[in-house]
Each structure stands twice: as structure tokens, then as C-alpha cells.
């Protein structure tokens, strides 16, 4: 029996051909691939400016800095998320505050957002973790309330919505990652939704070293930048993935149905473990997560999967007990359930190529490690 990994891209043929095109074509790095994938981009947000860059974390890290955020000032976000969340808010000097999380959607809880709001709070990042958005009214009622910027991170959530809206095509600052494991990939890279085309031309300069252009010769640099660009080897790739999107969207939609389906409603109950919530409106199920009893240990889980040929991931690592963290006075106990839930937490296997029978053979697994 083959492995069954935590996830895996799909590139067809047809996206295969075209970077074989691009690279025949001698122009590789920036070029017409890239402004064709953010034109496709900016349409499906609802014709806001697009950039593309060559990570989901720097977009991140510009956003910031085009809303002038630096020393002397908060920013808010979750202790659950990939690290380079808080770690963007370090590099432009500033001060990283988290929030505790909600137990149920496993997203930063807006209520804890709003107490944890002082005088030099300035922005908010929350993370849709697995694709779920947050409460989206809630939080730029709360952003309005005290004038702050949001920089959304959406890594994981192209093709999630709220009320019937894709995320990014509203709201302040957007990040998404096409990282390799993300719903549709680049390989690595990823895109900046921005409010106008005064932002669009900023983030421009930030992605290569801050250099403006005009004439054949004419060059100057006002701004900071660095060597952020996405190449059109990889917006080819972003081409043929986003064609997919809606497709890859829905038969994720569908895996997550079969998950609950054969696991059961009871399934809680029997075994102590915790299932997402079941969102088939607004999460574009980046991931399928389970929180497991205290009885067994998550590497104990994951070694006793891995011997029925079963990849598990985990996500994430509470960021605040990271040692870069705790040199700067965070500790255990001060939010405890990212603590519990980080501790905890683990990822089924997910993506577009899996089969109804791939989804049996886990959850079966599962069942009898679980008992």
C-alpha cells in the first residue's frame, strides 16, 4: 500500500506545457506571465490592484509597511499560525500582541482582540486557519471603532467567502500564499490585494528595492525595498492553478463532507477528539483539523498513522512559546487555549487528488488509533 501523504500539489499538462513555454520563450523572470496572473487576480477580487510577490509572507511584511507601521507601535494577531505572522510585525520594529484563540473555530477571538486594544495598537493580522475566515463584520466594526489598520491573512483561504464574497475582493489589506501545499500553488509565491493604485505602486517599489522607473534611463530609489518579485516560471504555474480554483474548492468541500460523514456524529464523544466546525459556505478547507484527547500525544498519533501509511501534518506550534518569543517576556499559562489546542492539534490528509477511498482509508485509521 502506498503512502498516503498530508497533502500534495496537482499540475496538469497543460500547466506543465505552458512553463515549458515560458522557459523556451527566454523570458523567465518577471515579465507578461505576471502581469496576466494579476490581472486574472485583481477580476476575480472584484477588480481591486493585485501584486504578486514571492512569498506569502512579504506581502504581509509590505503591508505594514505601506500603513506606516514601525517602532513604538502594536500590531494584534493570533499565537496560532505559521510564525512568519508575528515575525513580519519584528521586522518593521514593531510590537507583536497576541490574542487568545476561540476553541471552536481555532481563529484569534475578536472579543479578546478588542480588550487587548491600547493606545498603540495600530493594526490587527488575523489568520483564517484552514481557510475559515473570522467574523469579517466583527472585525471591521472593530478596526473602525479604533481606527486601525487590518492586514488579513489569508494564506490559506483563496476560494473561502463571506456572505457569498471571495475573501480579498473587500476589507483593508489581503495576504494569500500559493506556497507548494496551499489550495492552488506557484510553487512559492504569493499576492497582495491592495485599497488603490497608490498602494499597488508603493508595494511595487517595496518587491525591487525600491526603484522607480522613467524613460529608457531614468532611475531612482525613495524607498527601502527588496527582491520580492514572483517570476513568470511561477505565474505560469498560477495561470493554470487558478483556472481550477472553483473546482479544487468544491471537491475539497466534498472530502470534508466525507470526513464527517464516516466519522460520525458521536465521534467526539466516543474518542474525546475535537472536529472543525462544519462550514461548507464559507471555508474553502485548507485543511481538515482534529484536536485530540489528552490521552495520546500527538507524536504517538503521528507514528502510529505513519505506520498504517498515513502522513499527518500539524498546525500550528503556539508562536509565543517559540524561544525568540520568550526572550521577549512571553511565557506559558498566558493564552491557554492556543496552548491546549497547539499541543493538540493535527491535520488530516487534504487535497484535490485524493479520492473518497483515500478519506475511508484515513478515517479508518484513525478509529482504531483513536479506539
Known amino acids: 500500500m502506498n503512502i498516503l501523504p498530508f497533502s500534495r500539489p496537482t499540475i496538469d499538462e497543460e500547466t506543465i506545457a505552458s512553463v515549458a513555454d515560458t522557459l523556451r ?57 505559521w510564525v512568519a505572522t508575528a515575525n513580519v510585525i519584528l521586522e518593521v520594529g514593531a510590537t507583536p500582541v497576541f490574542a487568545d484563540i476561540d476553541p471552536v473555530t481555532r481563529n484569534i477571538d475578536l472579543d479578546k482582540v478588542e480588550a487587548a486594544i491600547t493606545s498603540k495598537t495600530r493594526a490587527i493580522i488575523p489568520v483564517y486557519l484552514a481557510g475559515k475566515p473570522v467574523d469579517m463584520d466583527r472585525l471591521y466594526q472593530i478596526a473602525a471603532k479604533y481606527n486601525l489598520r487590518v492586514i488579513e ?31 492552488i500553488t506557484t510553487s512559492e509565491g504569493g499576492c497582495l490585494v491592495l485599497n488603490s493604485e497608490a498602494e499597488a505602486t508603493l508595494a511595487e517599489k517595496y518587491r525591487l528595492q525600491g526603484v522607480t522607473r522613467s524613460g529608457w534611463d531614468g532611475i531612482d530609489v525613495d524607498v527601502l525595498g527588496g ?84 502522513g499527518i501534518g500539524f498546525h500550528y506550534a503556539p508562536i509565543h512559546l517559540f524561544k525568540l518569543y520568550r526572550a521577549l517576556g512571553f511565557k506559558e499559562g498566558m493564552y491557554p487555549i492556543a496552548e491546549r489546542i497547539g499541543r493538540q492539534i493535527v491535520s488530516l490528509p487534504m487535497f484535490y487528488a485524493m479520492s473518497e477511498a483515500d478519506v475511508d482509508r484515513v478515517c479508518s485509521a484513525m478509529i482504531d488509533v483513536l479506539g
Not at 490559506?156 to 500559493?178: C, E, L, M, N, Y
Open 153 to 183: 491573512d489569508a494564506a490559506q483561504a483563496i476560494g473561502s467567502t463571506w456572505h457569498g464574497k471571495p475573501i480579498g475582493s473587500f476589507g483593508d489589506f489581503v495576504s494569500f500564499s500559493f506556497q507548494a501545499n496551499k489550495n
Open 227 to 310: 527582491k520580492y518579485n514572483m517570476t513568470d516560471i511561477s505565474a505560469a504555474i498560477g495561470i493554470g492553478q487558478f483556472a481550477k480554483l472553483e473546482k479544487i474548492t468544491a471537491h475539497r468541500r466534498h472530502l470534508a463532507r466525507r470526513y464527517f460523514d464516516l466519522l460520525g456524529e458521536d465521534f467526539g464523544k466516543r474518542t474525546g477528539a475535537e472536529l472543525p466546525p462544519k462550514d461548507f459556505e464559507s471555508t474553502n478547507w485548507h485543511l481538515f483539523q482534529v484536536v485530540l484527547p489528552d490521552r495520546i500525544t500527538r507524536p504517538e498519533f503521528m507514528e502510529k498513522m505513519k505506520a498504517k501509511k498515513i
Open 25 to 81: 520563450s527566454g523570458w523567465i523572470t518577471s515579465g507578461p506571465k505576471v502581469l496576466e496572473f494579476e490581472k486574472q487576480l485583481s477580476g476575480y477580487f472584484g477588480g481591486r490592484p493585485v501584486r504578486t510577490f514571492n512569498s506569502g509572507t512579504c506581502t504581509m511584511e509590505i503591508a505594514l509597511r505601506i500603513a506606516g507601521i514601525g517602532a513604538g507601535d502594536e500590531v494584534i494577531t493570533t499565537p496560532i499560525s
